[in-house]
């Protein structure tokens, strides 16, 4: 086979994979939504947090603060979400996409949901973006080309 053609070909198939891992990567990252002043998964029909204070996205997070605590998502593929849980936010039922608890957090991220303790177990640069969203006179800001908040 000359090697023009194989090439050809490789550069082909490694074009075509790349195209793939882009569309699923968009497609994942679309899944969340701020819809008001809430935070929905629609990918997997689960709210992740209502009436939110404030929010922030750093990519590849979205911090956001809400009844159901601090919720930190890694919206790339087999990514993570973290949350110091208010429990008193919770709904009791699960009516809605933007309703929750931990136990429909649980069923629908299994081993992706890390509950946390405190703020401490976030990074230094982290805690200090959770720190904006949770003033209760935070304005929106866009100190870095990545990290847009908004507070309600």
């Not at 969340?32 to 992740?48: A, E, H, M, N, P």
Request: net charge neutral; charged share 25%; with cysteine.
């Amino acid at each position: 086979m000359p090697i023009k053609k194989l090439i050809k070909i490789s550069c082909t198939v490694v074009l075509s994979l790349l195209v793939i891992i882009l569309i699923f990567v968009g497609i994942r990252i679309y899944e969340y939504q701020i819809f008001i002043t809430s935070l929905v998964d629609y990918g997997k029909r689960t709210g992740l947090n209502k009436n939110m204070t404030g929010f922030a996205t750093d990519f590849p997070y979205i911090y956001s603060n809400g009844d159901f605590g601090i919720v930190v998502v890694n919206v790339l593929p087999y990514g993570t979400v973290r949350i110091i849980p208010n429990h008193k936010g919770f709904s009791k039922t699960f009516e809605s996409p933007g309703d929750g608890n931990l136990e429909s957090l649980q069923r629908a991220y299994g081993d992706e949901l890390i509950v946390l303790e405190s703020i401490d177990q976030f990074s230094e640069d982290e805690r200090k973006i959770i720190s904006e969203i949770t003033k209760k006179d935070s304005k929106p800001r866009y100190d870095r080309d990545t990290w847009v908040t908004r507070s309600y």
